[in-house]
């Protein structure tokens, strides 16, 4: 089975330093790996995900997450960090079984960022 | 990228009634759709797998009596959370796979969300 730890449940950064929110999985095949954002009462945003090729993935809203595979991680990056990017963050890993393919969530994270 | 929409966004019910939850792709064809509870400020919880055309298959521990499936359409997936009572009150969120696209690489589009609060 597969499972995601994210370690952090909430990260405090300043507007305009960066920010990370780390991510780590446990998967027995290849790893398709998923960030999405959530904000309040609102349905998941997809940013970005790994499935293969480089290890530096970018996606929306300027960000981006590097797959690191001996550390088992894909942690969620951004440069410069903006008050509007205070979310809730899932980390997800698909475990392809069958005809049907299911997402398994990390317990989120809460960035907060303050000017 | 591809819309889902979720229909009602929330919806106040009274104990022993049953609720209807909407979950349309509106811009590819869904040949699966999942169904997710959230608790308050906690993760994501699959709850069922929902098929175009055939029975949805449910996660372990949740009660396919009480919470309805149906995936009549490839845009169209239904949750009725029956006989509705205070401790099934929680946010429900409903995401699609575009099907003609392949599964490995393919993100999952997710609804709105549905704030179901049962009185």
């Known amino acids: 089975a597969q499972s995601v730890a994210q370690p952090e449940d909430q990260v405090n950064v300043a507007e305009g330093n960066p920010l990370t929110v780390k991510c780590t999985y446990s998967v027995s095949g290849n790893p398709y790996l998923f960030w999405y954002v959530q904000y309040p009462n609102r349905g998941l945003q997809f940013l970005l995900k790994y499935i293969t090729g480089d290890n530096l993935v970018k996606g929306s809203y300027g960000f981006e997450a590097e797959f690191n595979k001996s550390q088992t991680s894909f942690h969620l990056k951004k440069p410069s960090a903006l008050v509007s990017d205070s979310a809730l963050y899932f980390c997800a890993v698909r475990d392809y079984t069958g005809t049907a393919s299911k997402l398994t969530f990390g317990t989120g994270t809460r960035l907060q960022v303050t000017l | 990228g591809a819309v889902v929409s979720q229909h009602p966004s929330w919806v106040i019910c009274k104990s022993g009634t049953s609720v209807k939850i909407e979950c349309r792709s509106l811009?590819?064809?869904?040949?699966?759709m999942f169904w997710y509870r959230q608790f308050p400020k906690q993760s994501l919880m699959l709850m069922a797998t929902?098929?175009?055309?055939?029975?949805?298959?449910?996660e372990q521990g949740v009660e396919k009596d009480k919470f309805l499936i149906n995936h009549a359409s490839l845009t169209l997936s239904t949750l009725t959370v029956t006989s509705a009572h205070p401790e099934d009150s929680s946010f429900y969120i409903c995401?699609?796979?575009?099907?003609?696209?392949?599964?490995?690489?393919?993100?999952?589009?997710f609804g709105q969300g549905t704030r179901l609060t049962v009185v």
């Open positions: 995401s699609a796979r575009d099907g003609g696209r392949s599964i490995r690489d393919t993100e999952a589009f």
């Open positions: 929902s098929n175009e055309g055939s029975k949805a298959t449910y």
């Open positions: 811009d590819f064809q869904a040949t699966t």
